[in-house]
């Protein structure tokens, strides 16, 4: 039973366009969504978080988007660059604490 | 200041061999988890530890132990190896259980059961 699902698992964009990287859950006791970037050979880091009780979280260019009647979130990046090119991992949770990840989303950013 | 370092990076093991993956961090961290990363499955809890002598489950224990004697270490036992624990394993830590957002990952250990 995937609680957190990421139906997308690629996705190439060109350098300077809008890459948009989606997520859905079922569970709505999650209050806490989470974003982490994960390059090759590397665990994965920290990239962005919303509460629940917002719609929108902006960090420079990533910003994330809660639509909690529809159960999904979206990360966007503008502008792509090629060092964005990573897999991303959706997460949520209760409280900030036990994440439960999503599959994740290889994308690459074409030069 | 190292972070979250992990060993080994690479592990082959044949069926029903015993090991240990290490984990360590020096960021005085009170919260410790395990992941395992397997294709079309995201990352998985295995254990997770909230304070030194203090240790739980999380999504998929089974075949798996760990022990939280001091704050800096986290080790993950494989008491007999199967192939169904061949994955990617990551070791993470953040500073409670509450910090999920500031979580910091080891690099990972992959291993191979055959």
């Known amino acids: 039973d995937q609680q957190v699902k990421q139906n997308s698992p690629s996705l190439s964009v060109q350098e300077g366009r809008i890459s948009i990287l989606n997520c859905d859950y079922t569970?709505?006791?999650?209050?806490?969504f989470l974003w982490y970037k994960k390059y090759p050979a590397e665990g994965p880091t920290f990239l962005i978080s919303?509460?629940?009780?917002?719609d929108k979280n902006e960090d420079g260019r990533f910003t994330v988007f809660l639509n909690k009647s529809a159960k999904h979130l979206s990360l966007h990046i503008v502008p792509s660059q090629p060092g964005d090119s990573a897999v991303y991992f959706c997460?949520?949770?209760?409280?900030?604490?036990?994440?439960?990840f999503g599959t994740g989303t290889r994308l690459t950013i074409i030069p | 200041n190292a972070g979250v370092t992990q060993t080994p990076k690479f592990q082959v093991l044949k069926t029903g061999q015993s090991m240990t993956l290490q984990c360590a961090q020096d960021?005085?961290?009170?919260?410790m988890s395990w992941y395992r990363q397997d294709p079309g499955m995201g990352l998985r809890l295995i254990h997770y530890s909230v304070g030194a002598g203090i240790t739980d489950q999380g999504e998929v224990p089974n075949g798996y132990n760990v022990s939280r004697s001091t704050t800096e270490d986290f080790p993950l036992r494989l008491l007999s190896a199967a192939p169904s624990q061949t994955s990617v394993y990551f070791c993470?830590?953040?500073?409670?259980?509450?910090?999920?957002?500031?979580?910091?990952f080891g690099p990972g250990t992959r291993l191979t059961v055959l």
């Open positions: 960021m005085n961290h009170e919260y």
């Open positions: 997460a949520a949770s209760f409280g900030n604490e036990k994440l439960t």
């Open positions: 993470a830590s953040s500073y409670d259980r509450t910090s999920t957002d500031t979580q910091y």
């Open positions: 919303i509460s629940s009780i917002k």
């Open positions: 569970n709505s006791m999650f209050d806490y």
